[in-house]
């Protein structure tokens, strides 16, 4: 018989500030990947409100100090480091994570690229399953000494796009079939609730939760590669309030032991069989347990 599904008092237009008013995190440690722009500012903004050390995991340094003066201004909190990550270079990552000195409390995985023009990796992997998935479990892979130390939660920030696809193990990396930017994002976001399934399931015992979200439909430079926002304003979230379910998973005691979900405006989503109009819910296929060990085994072959 499946739990019940977890419910919260927050709602669609609840912002992040609103879900961490009354947490402390003094004497966490967090990382946010990709906190130089979009939901990831306000994600980094609301645990360094709370009381985090809260480093901004980027790629544009220069871009981030400016984001890190804001965040310190806005929320007195001056614990808010910078450091470069490129998730779709492996030294980069490895370079990141043997850099991390003690415990990690929370590590929220935001960073990504949306429906991008077909790119490949030196390796010959797709670009958005490279960066979006492969990179992200790089780093937690990388990361998860530091991780147990602190009992940590994974935020795996996944889309409503995962109904576009599945993961095809057979061909990932879009070698056999014709390349379509949507199916390669909705397969990549796929992968991060797999992943977030499977870490929940192997890290348990460490003390280790993960969980996975779609943080809805925000304009943010993530829609660079698509003309812009296509979503009807009503369906629209502004920035803070795309950054709540990151932030419920990442720090509220509601979520205290919760692991291997998926969440949608700061609620557990319901499984869904067919996609629909508002691509609502979760596909069965993205929350398997046999896929999600399966992309683990293949995600440690392809990365040696």
């Not at 009503?234 to 950054?243: D, F, I, L, Q, V």
């Amino acid at each position: 018989m499946a739990a019940p599904r977890i419910q919260t008092p927050f709602g669609f237009h609840t912002t992040a500030a609103e879900v961490v008013a009354g947490v402390d995190l003094s004497g966490k440690r967090a990382i946010v990947t990709g906190a130089a722009s979009g939901i990831g500012i306000e994600t980094a903004r609301a645990l360094a409100l709370a009381g985090a050390e809260v480093t901004l995991a980027v790629r544009n340094t220069d871009a981030a100090a400016e984001v890190a003066a804001g965040i310190i201004a806005s929320t007195g909190n001056a614990r808010v480091r910078i450091a470069r990550l490129d998730l779709a270079d492996r030294a980069s990552i490895a370079a990141f994570a043997a850099g991390w000195r003690g415990a990690l409390h929370v590590l929220v995985n935001n960073a990504g690229v949306m429906a991008m023009p077909e790119q490949r990796t030196p390796q010959g992997w797709e670009m958005q399953f490279a960066t979006n998935h492969l990179g992200h479990f790089a780093l937690a892979v990388g990361l998860h000494r530091a991780l147990a130390t602190g009992a940590a939660r994974i935020v795996s920030v996944s889309s409503a796009a995962h109904q576009l696809s599945p993961v095809v193990f057979d061909d990932i990396h879009f070698v056999f079939r014709a390349y379509d930017p949507w199916l390669a994002y909705g397969q990549s976001k796929t992968a991060n609730i797999l992943f977030a399934v499977e870490a929940n399931a192997r890290w348990s015992g460490d003390g280790i939760t993960a969980n996975a979200l779609s943080p809805g439909a925000i304009k943010t430079n993530l829609q660079r590669y698509v003309g812009g926002m296509k979503t009807p304003p009503e369906n629209r979230k502004t920035p803070e309030e795309g950054a709540a379910t990151s932030v419920l998973l990442a720090a509220s005691p509601l979520l205290e032991g919760v692991g291997g979900r998926y969440f949608a405006d700061c609620n557990e989503a319901a499984p869904v069989f067919r996609r629909g109009s508002d691509m609502g819910g979760i596909a069965p296929y993205a929350l398997d347990a046999g896929n999600a060990s399966r992309l683990w085994e293949e995600s440690l072959r392809m990365l040696g």
